[in-house]
């Protein structure tokens, strides 16, 4: 994912998580984002603006009245710039003046004179104690209120040696926030997207399953994307091992029936329903209580079909858009036409699990695009960029 032409402000105040905003300026700058930052007099005692300066190959800016930069009126200029600001660690002191209007430094002046005009994002980071007192709490509302972002702290071992709430979130977290901001137009606002992904498990016995390959990494980039694209996404899924992207529902579920049961539930409040998840289509018809011990000679073992949950909802469509997956080893544009007819879909995306790059646990994918009208192959992408494409595509019908 690129943010090419956006500009973030990093505003660190003083206290030991500042060391943690190094690795979020470099992950940004990985991103192909311009990125500022702005210090405290307080912070340069925790980490050096040099580190930053070296991160972001932009001055770190500290003082208002630098006399040698090339603005002369630098906190207006990156206001100017500025797609969202982010003040972490934010202490105490700094969320106070800002709540209070206090505005006697590079870091504070810059902060007001974005709020106007783009998001602002405060990650309080500070001892248990100082976070709970009322008049930070208050503040904290405050803030809230006239619209700035409140992260909230994590609950862990913290600097002083105590542990509570207080802790900064990781880095990544950190960027999950900024992401959510500014990487994509938000088109799919006000929509509600439910999305499945990953496996499912069929149980034999209390140790073995049926499952198969998928990793849900396809379901994962998508509920990812339409999140940043500004929808409510809920996720329910398989088993996997990755992680979901935050500021989306997870809704895990085991089996085909699980899934059923979770997605039904959901369908009449949503508008869109991508269905990537590869769902057994059999599962062991009496599965065993006890572990099945092996005899001799051969085993079968009963199986007998789970609910096809897509052509149920093709059923019972409403207003909603239904968009089906494919995966196919031969005949793959026929057996999916046939899946969008027969599961009444608005459209299936199909893949060939042959073609290299394609399918389960690959970064990548290679797809058709399947509506009633169209066919459309893409060359080979990432997923999230292959997601982008879904959506795009979901956004016509
Ligand atoms: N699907 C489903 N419930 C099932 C099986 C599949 O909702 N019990 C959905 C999948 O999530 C996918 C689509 O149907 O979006 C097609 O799945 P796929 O496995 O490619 O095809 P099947 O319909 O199962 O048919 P076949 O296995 O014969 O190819």
């Known amino acids: 994912m690129k943010l090419t032409g956006k500009t973030v402000v990093l505003a660190v105040t003083g206290s030991i998580a500042a060391y943690k905003i190094a690795g979020l300026a470099s992950m940004l700058k990985k991103m192909d984002c311009n990125v500022h930052v702005l210090m405290t007099e307080n912070a340069t005692n925790f980490i050096n603006p040099i580190t930053f300066e070296t991160l972001t190959g932009n001055k770190c800016l500290i003082d208002t009245f630098d006399r040698n930069f090339q603005f002369s009126v630098e906190h207006v200029s990156i206001a100017k710039q500025a797609d969202v600001v982010l003040v972490a660690p934010a202490s105490a002191n700094v969320i106070g003046k800002i709540a209070g209007g206090i505005a006697d430094d590079m870091l504070t002046t810059t902060v007001m004179a974005c709020a106007s005009r ?39 071992y913290l600097a002083c040696g105590d542990t509570g709430e207080g802790k900064m979130p990781s880095e990544e977290t950190l960027l999950w926030y900024i992401l959510k901001e500014i990487a994509c137009e938000k088109d799919l606002a006000g929509k509600k997207v439910l999305i499945t992904a990953g496996p499912t498990r069929e149980k034999i016995d209390p140790v073995r399953f049926i499952s198969n390959h998928s990793t849900g990494k396809m379901g994962y980039a998508l509920a990812k994307m339409c999140m940043l694209r500004g929808a409510q996404v809920t996720l329910v899924s398989g088993p996997v091992s990755i992680e979901p992207p935050l500021f989306v529902d997870v809704i895990p579920v085991t089996s085909a029936k699980d899934m ?12 869109i329903v991508i269905k990537a998840a590869a769902v057994a289509d059999y599962r062991p018809s009496d599965p065993a209580d006890e572990k099945v011990k092996k005899k001799d000679d051969q085993l ?10 897509l052509k149920y909802l093709g059923e019972h469509k409403k207003k909603q858009i ?26 299936i ?21 399947i509506t009633k009208e169209q066919v459309e ?15 795009d595509k979901i956004l016509t019908l």
């Not at 079968?300 to 949950?309: K, N, Q």
């Not at 968009?323 to 459209?347: A, I, P, Y």
């Not at 192959?377 to 959506?391: C, G, H, T, W, Y």
């Open 118 to 156: 783009c998001p602002v994002l405060i990650s309080p980071a500070m001892n248990t104690n100082m976070f709970r007192n009322p008049i930070v709490q208050d503040n904290l509302r405050k803030l809230a209120e006239f619209g700035y972002g409140i992260i909230q702290p994590d609950c862990g």
């Open 260 to 271: 059923f049961d979770a997605v039904t539930k959901r369908y009449d409040q949503v508008d």
């Open 300 to 309: 079968s073992i009963p199986l007998e079909r789970t609910d096809d949950i």
């Open 322 to 347: 239904l968009c089906g997956f494919s995966m196919e080893t031969e005949n793959m544009l026929e057996n999916s036409r046939v899946k969008l007819e027969k599961k009444n879909l608005d459209m």
């Open 349 to 369: 995306v199909a893949n060939n699990l042959k073609v290299a790059g394609a399918g389960f646990g690959t970064d990548t994918n290679i797809v058709t695009m």
């Open 377 to 391: 192959e893409l060359e080979i992408m990432s997923k999230e960029d292959v997601a982008n494409v879904i959506i």
